[in-house]
């Protein structure tokens, strides 16, 4: 994979995150332009540079934030995509890869298992374990919204498998 051509497109990615997002919102639910990314390198780069990638986008997203109440939450994102990330590489040869079901599925559940780390982490830092109901709910319907324009995002990704260095993935033979 190609860093610096990866570096450029995380800044694009992130600067999009926090200029488009905000006129994207509904109420209070906003796209999640970052884990749209990191879902499609965990799918589509070689195992040790997606979970690397994924890595570097949650330090993104993390220096990218604010802090919780005078409490640092640099890590917190950079751990939690490397996690899911793992978890991605581990099971993404049982699906195709390159289907709107699998995109929408991994984009799903990584944007709610990141908002459950994520909230968790933040809740038991502030002292306010008891709303953690409240903070899966908003992660709910952030997470629907990420993937239904998660097939979008991807398929724009999918232009830049060049510049990036990745290659497509081996298909089955039917031999």
């Known amino acids: 994979m ?12 992130l600067v999009l995150q926090t200029a488009v997002a905000p006129l994207l919102a509904m109420h209070t639910v906003w796209p999640d332009f970052m884990v749209v990314t990191a879902v499609w390198f965990a799918l589509m780069a070689r195992a040790p ?11 993104a997203m993390d220096l ?6 005078g409490h640092s939450n640099v890590g917190a994102h950079a751990l939690a995509l490397g996690l899911l990330s793992i978890a991605i590489v581990k099971v993404r040869d049982f699906t ?4 709107v079901a699998s995109q929408l599925f991994y984009t799903f559940f990584t944007k709610l298992g990141l908002c459950a780390l994520v909230g968790l ?4 830092v502030v002292g306010e374990l008891g709303r953690f109901g409240e903070v899966m709910a908003r992660g709910l319907y952030e997470a629907v919204y990420t993937a239904a324009l998660a097939p979008y995002g991807h ?5 830049f498998r060049g510049p990036l260095g990745i290659v497509a993935h081996e ?5």
């Open 2 to 13: 190609r860093w610096i051509a990866f570096a450029i497109l995380i800044y694009l990615v």
């Open 49 to 59: 540079d997606a979970m690397l990638a994924c890595w570097f986008i949650g330090l």
């Open 64 to 69: 990218a934030g604010l802090s919780y109440q």
């Open 96 to 99: 195709f890869r390159e289907s």
């Open 121 to 124: 982490h933040m809740l038991y």
């Open 155 to 159: 398929w724009l990704l999918r232009q």
């Open 171 to 175: 298909r089955w033979s039917t031999r």
